[in-house]
């Protein structure tokens, strides 16, 4: 999860999160992009999911107003997040048929990683779907995703206005530690109650002769934490650095 946001902010061309999406040069050496129909496809998959995620901005803002409190906001925008963010896992597809030059298997884990987190750890553990923790990494995903799809929406009309590329390398900076941050509080906040349900444990014996404790996996994805986040955040603040003065150097000789 924490390196499913890193990387989606910093690849070029794909998805949560960096995953599969637009065309975007990579230093001075252009690929070749998806064909016509390809590319009309992509630019519609993109603005859907652009609308989508605003969707959810307003939708958290509405009830905000009507709540006067942002206390429970997750139920206010549940149905559209788990549709929006579950829709991601078609940018898997996109990178299997070739028609995004990306990494079958980075973007399986990327897009992977957020579906677990919304489905595995908050839908399945209700007791967590209240806690504050919920809303931070909700908001963080939103803004992220909002300006990633416009991105690449833009990116594959070849008409990409500066202010959403600086937005879309420049916003990660707080937008990365509040989502890990709002990842690991609500994984956290969610232990007691799998311990307590045994949820998606297997216990022994049985015909298998295999166990499984969801506990223990659930504290060693909250560990790993520990050295993807340093590396990947100092690797997005290079990137930054590398394309923003890249693209500051471009308008010096226009």
């Not at 995953?19 to 016509?36: D, M, N, T, V």
């Amino acid at each position: 999860m924490a390196a499913a946001a890193a990387t989606a902010a910093t690849k070029g061309n794909g998805g949560g999160g960096g995953r599969a999406g637009a065309g975007e040069a990579s230093g001075s050496r252009k690929k070749k992009g998806p064909g016509p129909l390809a590319t009309a496809y992509l630019v519609i998959y993109n603005v859907v999911l652009t609308a989508g995620w605003l969707v959810i901005a307003v939708g958290l803002v509405r009830a905000y107003l009507a709540k006067g409190s942002y206390h429970s906001l997750y139920y206010s925008i549940e149905k559209p997040l788990k549709f929006f963010q579950t829709g991601a896992l078609l940018e898997i597809l996109h990178c299997a048929i070739g028609i995004v030059p990306s990494s079958v298997v980075l973007t399986s884990f990327q897009v992977m990683s957020r579906v677990f987190m919304l489905w595995a750890v908050t839908h399945s553990v209700k007791e967590v779907q209240s806690e504050d923790s919920v809303l931070l990494f909700v908001i963080a995903w939103t803004v992220t995703e909002i300006i990633r799809y416009s991105f690449y929406t833009f990116s594959l009309l070849n008409h990409l206005p500066y202010l959403i590329k600086w937005a879309r390398y420049t916003l990660f900076i707080v937008l990365y530690p509040m989502g890990v941050s709002g990842e690991l509080l609500t994984i956290y906040a969610a232990l007691p109650f799998v311990r307590q349900a045994g949820l998606y444990s297997i216990s022994l014996p049985n015909k298998y002769n295999f166990s499984f404790d969801y506990y223990a996996f659930l504290i060693l994805i909250m560990i790993s934490y520990i050295p993807i986040f340093p590396q990947l955040y100092y690797h997005m603040i290079h990137q930054r650095r590398k394309i923003l003065s890249h693209t500051e150097e471009h308008k010096k000789f226009e």
